[in-house]
């Protein structure tokens, strides 16, 4: 039998803004956006999950939007903005909502942090004065297995009042 490629795994050119910096690489049609972004990209602090838009791991931010990359194809994504975790701390090294994270251990594992973090930036982007109960339904949308969730509410609501906000109930 030859070597021939199948019509439907035909890689295609994908060219879009990976944290700054406008990439080229190639996708199967049915590659998945988190998979492109991981093993294509090289952004390996983007953690995948469930891979059916459930658990929040793969979140990124695409546009300024944070968005399950594992429910979007890689080739839906030409020409888009992406965010991941690595694009996130300064020069300086950790952002104010990474360092509110650690000093409010928000995390033990780690692996659904990159996802939350993304999800946090655009919410605190949308939202000067978030209360506890907006936190927590943004935070809804994400499954951590090992903390109690308690530690991120923190972290986000200082992060909001230290940036200006006064938060409410
Ligand atoms: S891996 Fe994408 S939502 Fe779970
Ligand atoms: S810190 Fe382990 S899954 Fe959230």
């Known amino acids: 039998m030859s070597a021939q490629v199948k019509k439907g795994d035909q890689r295609h050119a994908v ?8 990439r080229t690489g190639e996708a199967a ?6 998979d492109f972004l991981r ?10 999950g469930c891979e059916h838009g459930v658990c929040g791991a793969c979140t990124i931010l ?11 194809y890689a080739v839906q994504a030409e020409g888009a903005d992406i965010r991941t ?5 300064g020069e ?37 004065a978030p209360s506890e109960a907006q936190v927590r339904d943004m935070l809804s949308g994400h499954i951590c297995r090992c903390t109690d969730y308690s530690g991120m509410v923190r972290a986000i609501l200082e992060v ?9 109930e």
Do not use: W, Y
């Open 15 to 22: 060219t879009l803004t990976v944290n700054g910096r406008e």
């Open 39 to 48: 093993h294509e990209m090289g952004c390996l602090g983007l953690h995948v």
């Open 62 to 72: 695409r546009d300024g939007r944070a968005e399950r990359s594992c429910t979007q």
């Open 160 to 168: 909001a009042q230290a940036r200006g906000g006064e938060g409410g």
């Open 92 to 128: 300086d090294g950790l952002n104010d909502l990474q360092r509110a994270f650690r000093r409010h251990h928000a995390l033990q594992c780690g692996f659904c942090t990159a996802g939350i973090l993304a999800s946090a930036t655009e919410f605190l982007e949308r939202n000067k």
């Open 29 to 34: 049609p049915r590659m998945l956006l988190s």
């Open 85 to 89: 975790v690595e694009s996130f701390s």
